[in-house]
């Protein structure tokens, strides 16, 4: 018996970095103070979680007082968008965004054209980007945001956020990004970038679940989602989750650690050895997503006449664990919105496969992917009701 185990859905989630739990750890116990106490309790969780908010906001060139801690990525999302509509003011209510966004952006967009707001969704090119003259073209007298993904969580695709955001400035209406994919895995910094609001979240880099993270810019008003106590800054109220913030920022400084020690160029070669791999030794499989312009660690292919989910549960049996856009979401059966989005028919983006390298994802690991795969294929194939 083969008891290889190979996680390849580092998109999904990411382990917490040893460090990261070690740097966490107190702070459930002995630290245990509520940081909006006086006492020394209450002083020294609020000494860690100010550290923390300071290495957060040097992983994307942000100051300290620019990063409000959420919930959550979807969490951020929410404040970002609904935050800034209700905010608008001058009759302004128009708000854009991309076919293609995670759906803490998507749906939150679309509950906002179903309570008083005008939506327009921009498509997306065969790739899943967003093209600058379509934003351009969309932007109204009336548009208070735009908001579009700085990288696809489905396929990887990064988007010209510069561009798109440059437009925006011009434009004098407000860009928001959701930076999940990207943050702690490609160089970001917001002294260059012309956003006004960045999305991240701890455990999409190798930090903790359920704690997120806005970037927003000096100068720019949001109405809270969540009204309480007035914690961060007063937009994102309830006690702070101290545990979790420590353990962003120790994530934070991890991956600045990476970056330097040439880890995303690591991943690239792997990810392109695994998209080369499959391609070549299965029939009828492409690459979906940007070739070049994407995430390193993420790999995604469409497999022709073949259901994700045979492909997920057989690689699982293996020892390998990947994901299918068709079953992303709550383990529903509607094909990925992202590929149709990208002009992929139903049956074809039913066939999808998504593979997100890691830090501990070695060459020796991409071979046996590349072993067991084809013949997989091979074997659903022979099963399948399609005719090819
Ligand atoms: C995971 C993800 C989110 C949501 O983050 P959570 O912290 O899980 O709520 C939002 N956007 C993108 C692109 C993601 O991949």
Known sequence: MDKRRIYLDNSAT????????????????????NPNSLHSWGRESRKAVDEARESVASLIGASAGDIIFTGSGSAA?????????????????HVITSAVEHHAVLRTVQWLGKNGFDVTILPVDEYGAVSPEA????????TILASVMYANNEVGTINPIAKLGGICKTKGILFHTDAVQAAGHIPLDVRELPVDMLT?????????????????????????????????????????NVPGIVGFGAAARLAEKLFAAGEAERLTKLREKLLDGIVERIPDSFVTGHR?????????????????????LRLDFVGVGVSSGSACTSGSLDPSHVLLAMGLDHATSHGSVRLSLGRETSEDD???????????????RKMSPYKG
């Open 14 to 33: 990411t382990a917490t970095a040893v460090e990261v739990r070690d740097a966490m750890l107190p702070y459930f116990h002995e630290a245990m103070g």
């Open 77 to 93: 999302d929410n404040l970002a968008v609904k935050g800034a509509a209700w905010s608008a003011r001058g009759g302004k209510k």
């Open 135 to 142: 934003l351009e073209g969309a932007i109204r007298p009336d």
């Open 200 to 240: 991240m979240s701890a455990h999409k880099m190798y930090g903790p679940k359920g704690i997120g993270a806005l970037y927003l810019r000096k100068g720019v008003k949001l109405t809270p989602v969540l009204h309480g106590g007035g914690q961060e800054f007063g937009l994102a109220s309830g006690t702070e």
């Open 292 to 312: 070049t312009e994407r995430l390193p660690f993420l790999a995604s292919v469409c497999v022709r006449r073949i259901e994700g989910e045979g492909m997920v």
């Open 366 to 380: 991409i071979d046996y992917v590349l072993g067991k795969f084809p013949p997989i294929v091979e074997t659903l």
